[in-house]
C-alpha cells in the first residue's frame, strides 16, 4: 500500500495555516493535484486489494474452523465407537475362554469314555 498518498493527505489536513501569509509562497489550491490523485487511487486500489485479501482469509480461517469442529466430530465418534468395540472386544475374550474351557472339558469326558470302551474290549 502506498503511504505516500496518505501521508500527503494527513500532512495538508495537520498543516496549520500560516499566520502571514507572504505573496512568495505558493498557496495550496483547493483541487487536488494529478499527482495526489493517482496516489490515492493507487492508495484506494491498494485498500480493495487488501480488503479482498482480508475476505479470503476470514474465509480460509471459517472453512478450516468448520474442517476442525468436523473432525473433531468425527474424532469423538470414533472414540465412542472405540470404546463400544473395546468393550464388545472383551465379551468376546471372554466368551472365547469359555468356549475353550468347555471344549477342554469334553475332550476330557470323550477321552475317558473312549478309554471305557477300549477297557471293554479286551
Known amino acids: 500500500m502506498s503511504e505516500f498518498g496518505w ?3 494527513v500532512a495538508n489536513e495537520a498543516a496549520p495555516e500560516p ?3 507572504s505573496e ?3 498557496q495550496p489550491e483547493p483541487h487536488q493535484s494529478a499527482s495526489e490523485s ?3 487511487t ?4 491498494d485498500f480493495s486489494a ?3 485479501r482480508i475476505h479470503r482469509a476470514v474465509e480460509v480461517v471459517r472453512r478450516e474452523r468448520q474442517a476442525r469442529t468436523a ?3 468425527r474424532a469423538a465418534s470414533a472414540d465412542s465407537q472405540l470404546r463400544a468395540q473395546a468393550a464388545l ?3 468376546l475374550e471372554k466368551d472365547l475362554s469359555a468356549l475353550r474351557a468347555e471344549r477342554d472339558h469334553v475332550r476330557e469326558r470323550v477321552d475317558r469314555l473312549l478309554g471305557q470302551l477300549d477297557a471293554l474290549e479286551l
Not at 42 to 45: H, I, T, V
Open 71 to 73: 473432525a473433531e466430530e
Open 19 to 21: 499566520e502571514h501569509k
Open 7 to 9: 501521508n500527503a493527505e
Open 89 to 91: 472386544v472383551e465379551q
Open 38 to 40: 493517482v496516489t490515492l
Open 24 to 26: 512568495a509562497e505558493p
Open 50 to 52: 487488501l480488503e479482498d
Open 42 to 45: 493507487l492508495s484506494a486500489n
